[in-house]
């Protein structure tokens, strides 16, 4: 069986750090390790549309801002498929077959789904789009055949209940769609990256994020406004690792490579993670070894950026292009639902033989 890759991210703004290291830096290291058949990466415009339903020009200003936060991480469009989820209208219509698959009960336990209705102030009123996005997500997997879904773990229920609706499917069609496996990030830090300020989660809406795009300056003053432990009030106090953003930002950043070329007194992350404890390492020196570990990651990707800066047109025929690679894709897909759930009448040559018989032998 092949081996294929789909993840996408909605385009409401400009990726974050959190981003980064919750998926997009293992999204290039998948890409360039030459394993996958296929790599498929999606702008998930049509998701983003079921809880901004009333502000569509918010998408269409950020589809651009994710594409270039693809192309400056990495993400070669020679090796991956970029595209647009609006662009690919099979996957509207396999969702609206899956929808039969899922129960309503289904959907309302799904514990994101949960906890976003609650952010959103949907209680009352939940439009039926946003509801169902679950759903379309199955679609968005199962229509490329993918058996590998680098993602988040706040995404973890939207892969299980796709394999739910696989394997319904299969069994009440025959064997048709492919199972995917979540791939889920290496440690904690990386998969609940948290704001500067230590909340739970880096979000756009708490405004506590560090964008991929921010500049050097930008990032350089919200390390330095970043929570560390309130009772480490002078250098020489024993200080505490939990909850300590600088730490954690190392935990997902920083490499044995880093302090070999960035400090002097450390050879590796647990031996300034004791000095910390101890006592006599000040908040500043963390902060300033953690500048250094973000710019070397933060540099290559700025100098990326900038030049696609300069190639907008070029990133929209990059778009077009992945679409109708995309497109074609999904249709042999979808050919093959229609085939299974025998919906396919005007290439089922026993159909209308079929039919005659019945009415002629009456
Ligand atoms: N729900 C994902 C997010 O909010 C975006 C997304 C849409 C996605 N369809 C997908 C991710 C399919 C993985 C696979 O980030």
Not at 71 to 83: E, H, M, R
Not at 111 to 140: H, L, W
Not at 154 to 160: F, N, R, V, W
Request: hydrophobic fraction near 35%.
């Amino acid at each position: 069986m092949e081996k294929i890759i789909l993840t996408g991210d909605r385009p409401t703004g400009r990726l974050h750090l959190g981003h980064y290291v919750g998926s997009l830096r293992r999204r290039v290291e998948l890409q360039n390790s030459g394993e996958y058949d296929k790599i498929y990466v999606m702008i998930a415009d049509a998701q983003a549309l079921t809880d901004n339903a009333d502000n569509p020009e918010k998408i269409r200003q950020n589809i651009i801002e994710v594409a270039l936060d693809y192309l400056s991480v990495g993400i070669d469009p020679a090796k991956t498929t970029i595209f647009i989820q609006s662009a690919v209208p099979e996957l509207t219509e396999l969702a609206f077959y899956y929808m039969n698959l899922v129960t309503v009960s289904r959907v309302q336990r799904n514990p994101t789904v949960k906890t976003e209705i609650k952010m959103r102030n949907f209680e009352a009123s939940i439009p039926v789009g946003f509801f169902c996005y679950p759903v379309s997500q199955a679609s968005d997997i199962t229509a490329f055949r993918a058996t590998t879904v680098p993602v988040g773990e706040d995404q973890a229920p939207m892969i299980e209940l796709t394999r739910e609706i696989v394997g319904r499917f299969n069994n009440i069609y025959g064997p048709t769609l492919v199972e995917p496996d979540i791939l889920l990030p290496e440690n904690a830090a990386s998969m609940r990256l948290p704001g500067i300020d230590g909340k739970a989660k880096m979000s756009k809406s708490l405004g506590n994020c560090i964008y991929i795009s921010d500049s050097k300056k930008e990032v350089e003053k919200k390390v330095k406004s970043m929570y560390t432990d309130p009772l480490h009030l002078s250098v020489d106090d024993p200080g505490h690792l939990e909850g300590n953003c600088p730490f954690i930002y190392l935990d997902a950043f920083s490499t044995p490579d880093h302090f070999a070329r960035y400090s002097d007194s450390y050879a590796s992350l647990d031996e300034m993670k004791a000095h910390y404890t101890r006592g006599g390492l000040g908040d500043g020196t963390v902060k300033k070894f953690l500048m250094k570990v973000l710019d070397e990651t933060l540099a290559p990707i700025r100098e990326r950026r900038a030049y696609w800066e300069q190639h907008i047109p070029e990133i929209y025929d990059i778009l077009r292009q992945g679409c109708a690679t995309a497109r074609a894709a999904a249709a042999a897909t979808l050919d093959d639902v229609r085939r299974a759930m025998r919906i396919n009448y005007f290439d089922d040559d026993a159909l209308i033989n079929e039919q005659v018989k019945r009415f002629t032998n009456k």
